[in-house]
């Protein structure tokens, strides 16, 4: 492979008259990034000349617009390939596009106003209020990518190894992103942008809300309920209680809201109010608490709980919506707030109750009415060590439910009915009993299944494809604990019994390359296990694009089940191997076959179609005794 060399930059204005008009530097800078992106000799006066004319300009401005009012102003700004607009009540964007032949450069005041003209059909996109934010960050990596003009369609700009270009140039129209959006942001009305920014929401939707209707009361509603108010406001479809037994919504007790209460037509299709269901109840001057309550169907105490929660605590609006969905994702602040003497009093609370939640299955959320009753005899207290066993007791319940749906028969419907039964009345004492009794089970099932098919044991050698390329010598980490790789049934087999937890049973989970398991030992002796899987982003994706970004650590479990407490030995050495692989520093294999198609063990005997059948017969036989 040849290696382009750097041109004088004598030579390349002799080729190119036109870079006359450009610096020694700047075109010293030009050719840099073109050699960086192995641009062709033929084309390299072109890409400069494309380069530099695009980064004359930033493409970043704002124009202030007369106005007859002393508080408010007007504005037009352009941030990249958007226009956004100030009309003096409320926010609003467009898209723009290269034919649309908008100035890259700050215009004059007549000027802006015959582009708002041009554009008066089109305010429909999303309005930027804060640099700090997704959506900033992927309209500068846009400009970047726009300033490499029709070279960026070459497919390498978003290697890693282009980061020394994009990084500060990213960087770079952040910073003029900001600025511009400063200059936009002090034309808006001040009391309106304090408030959002005070609920830490900066969402032009939010802004917008707040402008119309009775000002007044839409700024007390925001002030009360800081964090409902906004996730109401910003989701799609307004909440609305429905009698499941009359299979129709709810009428409601406010004569003010009834005309704005949905229904289905003839054709089946849901017919809802257009105008913000919040708004109406702000403006009517309705009892605030008591309408929330209602409409959610959560209790009114915990509405008012969650008023007085700071947001800093419990988390914004933007915040719940980027991790639960646009779905509902007030259901687990409402949860928690509805939890009487275990409600979370700080961050440290609400981030333990949310880890807490996301580690029990869907099922049991599904199946609990009750979640006092669930969590009683649990500690009060969320910065109770205990609560991250109980949330690993909660997440093992998934091993009976999986199990359940691999087996097929009778035994299979009665067992997962039983189970749901079960844990829809059960508490976490209770649940946690069966699992523990599930995992001392899987040893005889296991042994039973040896027993009358022993040809299982020969290939019990057998290794399915590792994570780790150099495993002859353990991974040693700064404390001294060695970081092992568990690579067949042996090994998983030597590590339940050393550690009393139901490793064993992953055997099939590797071979069919859903995970990879890590030991933690020191000086041979175990003293933890992990588990490895890919998250969902590499579903679907070549071998070619999977890195280390991919991969997660789903458990880390010592003895008995149990979690090692953060900062311990286990957990830091663990966690030393973990930034070794996410940094790249150790060679890892991404290739993860499916080996079970071509071993007797799972396919001659069907041994996993009698594992599962096992479990559901011994969850039958368990659970009848309850």
Same mark, same amino acid.
């Given at each position: 492979?040849?290696?382009?060399?750097?041109?004088?930059?004598?030579?390349l204005r002799i080729l190119a008259p036109k870079l006359e008009k450009f610096s020694d530097?700047?075109?010293?800078?030009?050719?840099? !990034?073109?050699?960086?992106?192995?641009?062709?000799?033929?084309?390299?006066?072109?890409?400069?000349?494309?380069?530099?004319?695009?980064?004359?300009?930033?493409?970043?401005?704002?124009?202030?617009?007369?106005?007859?009012?002393?508080?408010?102003?007007?504005?037009?700004?352009?941030?990249?390939?958007?226009?956004?607009?100030?009309?003096?009540?409320?926010?609003?964007?467009? @898209?723009?596009?290269?034919?649309?032949?908008?100035?890259?450069?700050?215009?004059?005041?007549?000027?802006?106003?015959?582009?708002?003209?041009?554009?008066? @059909?089109?305010?429909? &996109?999303?309005?930027?209020?804060?640099?700090? /934010?997704?959506?900033?960050?992927?309209?500068?990596?846009?400009?970047?990518?726009?300033?490499?003009?029709?070279?960026?369609?070459?497919?390498?700009?978003?290697?890693?190894?282009?980061?020394?270009?994009?990084?500060?140039?990213?960087?770079?129209?952040?910073?003029?992103?900001?600025?511009?959006?400063?200059?936009?942001?002090?034309?808006?009305?001040?009391?309106?942008?304090?408030?959002?920014?005070? &609920?830490?929401?900066?969402?032009?939707?939010?802004?917008?809300?707040?402008?119309?209707?009775?000002?007044?009361?839409?700024?007390? %509603?925001?002030?009360?309920?800081?964090?409902?108010?906004?996730?109401?406001?910003?989701?799609?479809?307004?909440?609305?209680? !429905?009698?499941?037994?009359?299979?129709?919504?709810?009428? /409601?007790?406010?004569?003010?809201l009834q005309a704005w209460r949905p229904y289905w037509s003839e054709d089946r299709y849901?017919?809802?109010?257009?105008?913000?269901?919040?708004?109406?109840? =702000?403006?009517?001057?309705?009892?605030?608490?008591?309408?929330?309550?209602?409409?959610?169907? =959560?209790?009114?105490?915990?509405?008012?709980?969650?008023?007085?929660?700071?947001?800093?605590?419990?988390?914004s609006a933007l915040t719940r919506i980027s991790r639960e969905g646009p779905q509902g994702?007030?259901?687990?602040?409402?949860?928690?707030?509805?939890?009487?003497?275990?409600?979370?009093?700080?961050?440290?609370?609400?981030?333990?109750?949310?880890?807490?939640?996301?580690?029990?299955?869907?099922?049991?959320?599904?199946?609990?009415?009750?979640?006092?009753?669930?969590?009683?005899? /649990?500690?009060?207290?969320?910065?109770?060590?205990?609560?991250?066993?109980?949330?690993?007791?909660?997440?093992?319940?998934?091993?009976?439910?999986?199990?359940?749906?691999?087996?097929?028969?009778? &035994?299979?419907?009665?067992?997962?009915?039983?189970?749901?039964?079960?844990?829809?009345? %059960?508490?976490?004492?209770?649940? %946690?009993?069966?699992?523990?009794?599930?995992?001392? &089970?899987?040893?005889?099932?296991?042994?039973?299944?040896?027993?009358?098919?022993?040809?299982?044991?020969?290939?019990?050698?057998?290794?399915?494809?590792?994570?780790?390329?150099?495993?002859?010598?353990?991974?040693?980490?700064?404390?001294?604990?060695?970081?092992?790789?568990?690579?067949?049934?042996?090994?998983?087999?030597?590590?339940?019994? =050393?550690?009393?937890?139901?490793?064993?049973?992953?055997?099939?989970? =590797?071979?069919?390359?859903?995970?990879?398991?890590?030991?933690?030992?020191?000086?041979?002796?175990?003293?933890?296990?992990?588990?490895?899987?890919?998250?969902?982003?590499?579903?679907?994706?070549?071998?070619?694009?999977?890195?280390?970004?991919?991969?997660?650590?789903?458990?880390?479990?010592?003895?008995?089940?149990?979690?090692?407490?953060?900062?311990?030995?286990?957990?830091?050495?663990?966690?030393?191997?973990?930034?070794?692989?996410?940094?790249?520093?150790?060679?890892?294999?991404?290739?993860?076959?499916?080996?079970?198609?071509?071993?007797?063990?799972?396919?001659?005997?069907?041994?996993?179609?009698?594992?599962?059948?096992?479990?559901?017969?011994?969850?039958?036989?368990?659970?009848?005794?309850?």
């Amino acid at each position: 492979m040849s290696v382009q060399k750097r041109q004088s930059v004598v030579g390349l204005r002799i080729l190119a008259p036109k870079l006359e008009k450009f610096s020694d530097r700047q075109i010293e800078v030009a050719q840099t !990034w073109a050699l960086q992106f192995n641009v062709p000799p033929s084309q390299l006066t072109s890409f400069i000349d494309t380069y530099l004319s695009s980064t004359v300009h930033t493409r970043c401005w704002c124009v202030a617009l007369p106005s007859t009012d002393d508080q408010t102003r007007p504005v037009l700004a352009r941030i990249g390939d958007h226009l956004q607009y100030f009309d003096g009540h409320q926010v609003k964007a467009c @898209k723009i596009f290269s034919k649309d032949r908008v100035h890259k450069r700050k215009p004059t005041v007549m000027v802006a106003q015959q582009l708002l003209l041009r554009f008066e @059909k089109r305010w429909y &996109a999303d309005v930027l209020l804060t640099s700090f /934010c997704k959506s900033a960050g992927e309209r500068a990596k846009a400009l970047s990518i726009e300033d490499l003009g029709s070279f960026n369609r070459r497919g390498f700009d978003w290697t890693a190894s282009n980061n020394r270009y994009f990084n500060p140039r990213t960087r770079f129209y952040l910073k003029q992103i900001g600025s511009t959006l400063k200059q936009f942001c002090q034309c808006l009305d001040q009391e309106l942008l304090f408030a959002i920014r005070s &609920a830490q929401c900066p969402s032009p939707k939010l802004y917008n809300w707040l402008a119309q209707g009775d000002r007044k009361r839409r700024l007390q %509603a925001l002030k009360a309920q800081p964090v409902l108010i906004p996730l109401l406001v910003l989701v799609d479809q307004w909440p609305w209680p !429905w009698d499941g037994q009359q299979q129709v919504y709810m009428n /409601c007790p406010w004569d003010e809201l009834q005309a704005w209460r949905p229904y289905w037509s003839e054709d089946r299709y849901l017919i809802s109010a257009e105008e913000c269901l919040l708004g109406r109840i =702000a403006d009517a001057g309705l009892p605030l608490s008591d309408t929330l309550a209602w409409l959610l169907q =959560a209790p009114r105490t915990a509405v008012r709980y969650l008023g007085q929660q700071r947001v800093f605590d419990t988390g914004s609006a933007l915040t719940r919506i980027s991790r639960e969905g646009p779905q509902g994702p007030w259901h687990r602040l409402l949860l928690g707030a509805s939890l009487g003497n275990r409600r979370p009093l700080k961050k440290a609370h609400w981030i333990t109750l949310f880890a807490l939640l996301d580690k029990i299955p869907y099922q049991l959320l599904d199946q609990t009415q009750d979640w006092n009753r669930l969590l009683s005899g /649990c500690p009060t207290d969320w910065s109770d060590d205990n609560w991250s066993k109980i949330a690993d007791d909660f997440r093992d319940l998934n091993e009976l439910f999986n199990n359940v749906d691999e087996s097929d028969g009778p &035994a299979s419907g009665e067992a997962l009915q039983k189970l749901k039964s079960f844990i829809a009345t %059960a508490s976490y004492h209770q649940i %946690a009993s069966l699992v523990n009794g599930f995992h001392l &089970a899987l040893i005889d099932i296991r042994e039973a299944l040896d027993a009358v098919d022993p040809q299982t044991k020969t290939d019990s050698l057998t290794p399915w494809k590792p994570l780790l390329y150099s495993t002859s010598t353990p991974l040693v980490s700064p404390n001294g604990l060695q970081i092992i790789e568990l690579k067949c049934p042996a090994d998983l087999d030597a590590e339940h019994r =050393a550690l009393g937890h139901c490793i064993d049973g992953y055997d099939y989970s =590797a071979y069919r390359g859903i995970c990879r398991l890590i030991s933690v030992r020191e000086n041979g002796k175990s003293l933890a296990s992990a588990e490895i899987q890919m998250d969902e982003s590499a579903w679907g994706e070549t071998l070619a694009k999977l890195t280390p970004k991919h991969l997660v650590t789903i458990q880390l479990r010592g003895l008995r089940n149990r979690t090692p407490k953060s900062g311990s030995r286990v957990d830091r050495a663990y966690q030393w191997f973990w930034a070794k692989i996410k940094s790249g520093e150790l060679a890892i294999n991404m290739e993860w076959p499916d080996q079970t198609l071509s071993m007797s063990r799972y396919t001659n005997r069907n041994r996993k179609k009698l594992h599962a059948q096992a479990c559901a017969e011994w969850i039958n036989q368990r659970l009848s005794r309850t």
